[in-house]
């Protein structure tokens, strides 16, 4: 018989899913505040990409080792304090009166999600069966492109309405504490029904442990995931920073190639939730991943060889890109044992987020080079092809049905 999931299992879920919410609207709302800052600070355009990439560089450099300190203090402790660091650093950065103490201020809100973010798939290995836990973390995944599309969508209008960028930082971190308060509270709950767990009292629905692994099958397995996540955040952050830029050299207008962009974004959503579905249902983890890149690789060669098809690629990028970023996040959860979830996961991320600091630099420079960025897409595309290949040498996922 499947075990039930109890219903805090999916509360507990839904707090984590605000948190990753709130989290993604403060870390993506500098995007569109850039040229005011830029005014302000007297920045050059390098030194504000700098400054929008320090909470990524943050995640990759100490996601690891929060990651192991986590397994210790425990995933409620480490999720809340990491949201809490997050938000107060937030609240710091509108005070700023140089640049030097926005560049504080923002590393140490990327050093508060650095600490949240390797928890969210031990908050899955502790509270969902293995059949539920690509489920799962398609869920909570979800609110990270949601929070980002509000950001960038609302950051506008709110700034036409107060006139300062500080005000619009001020708004979204006052917004996003009682998210990190209810957080607070269903950590206390969840403590309390593992001491209950513990005596016998309750039984908590969480994954059972794999059969533990050596350490080399350890490594390679994270090494593994972490270089597919890294590839993948290449070709994502690539094909977000540069295609408006180059939908516009090929003639389109600015409003034009912001649409086909955004629903890069917006696609995603339906992706993060119904590709790790599937591989639940299927238990084809490594052979969905390898598709969803085949079709990523195809659809760069589409862009760079026929652009005005563009408009009908977005949807399956912004598909495959969330899809296969969910169900990155969830190997640490299916076939790590518990208590290994959070350094497990904390590697994958930092190696991840490496592709995502030199992904669109390098694009930037092949188009410096060749003049086009046609070519640049073209090797995104040899790129999602070598990521196909990789996709299976992950394990594969038949999950048990009774």
Sequence with gaps: M??????????????????????????????????????????????????????????????????????????????????????????????????????????????????????????????????????????????????????????????AATGSWRTVVVIWSLIAI????????????????????????????????????????????????????SLLNLMFYCTLGWLPTYLSEKGWSPAMAGAVTSTVSFTEIPGIILLPLLCDQMGKRREIIGLSFLLIAISSGIVALVSHLSWFVSPIFGFNFGGVFALLLAIPAQLVERDKVGRAAGAVISIGYVGALVGPTALGYVRDLMGSFSVGFLILGFVGIMSTSLSFTLPGSKFPRS
């Design 2 to 159: 499947n075990e039930p999931t109890h219903k805090f299992s999916w509360f507990i879920l839904g707090c984590a899913w605000l948190v990753a919410l709130f989290l993604s609207v403060l870390l993506q709302c500098v995007s569109p505040l850039l040229p005011g800052l830029i005014d302000e600070f007297d920045l050059s355009h390098s030194m504000a990409g700098f400054l929008y990439s320090l909470p990524i560089l943050m995640i990759a450099l100490f996601s690891y080792p929060l990651g192991i300190a986590s397994d210790k203090i425990g995933m409620e402790v480490a999720v809340g304090l990491g949201a809490t660091v997050a938000i107060l650093a937030s609240l710091t950065r509108p005070l700023s009166s140089n640049f030097s103490l926005l560049l504080v201020s923002t590393a140490i809100f990327g050093l508060g999600f650095a600490l949240c973010f390797p928890n969210l798939p031990k908050l899955v290995k502790e509270n969902f069966p293995q059949r539920l836990s690509g489920t799962a973390t398609g869920v909570y995944t979800t609110g990270m492109p949601l929070g980002a599309g509000l950001s960038i969508a609302l950051a506008k209008p709110v700034l």
């Design 178 to 229: 009682p998210a990190i308060l209810l957080w607070w509270l269903a950590g206390q709950t969840s403590h309390k029904r593992k001491r209950r767990t513990h005596s016998g009292a309750v039984e908590v629905p969480t994954n059972a442990d794999p059969i533990p692994v050596s350490p080399e099958g350890f490594l390679r397995l994270v090494l593994i995931s972490g270089m597919l996540l």
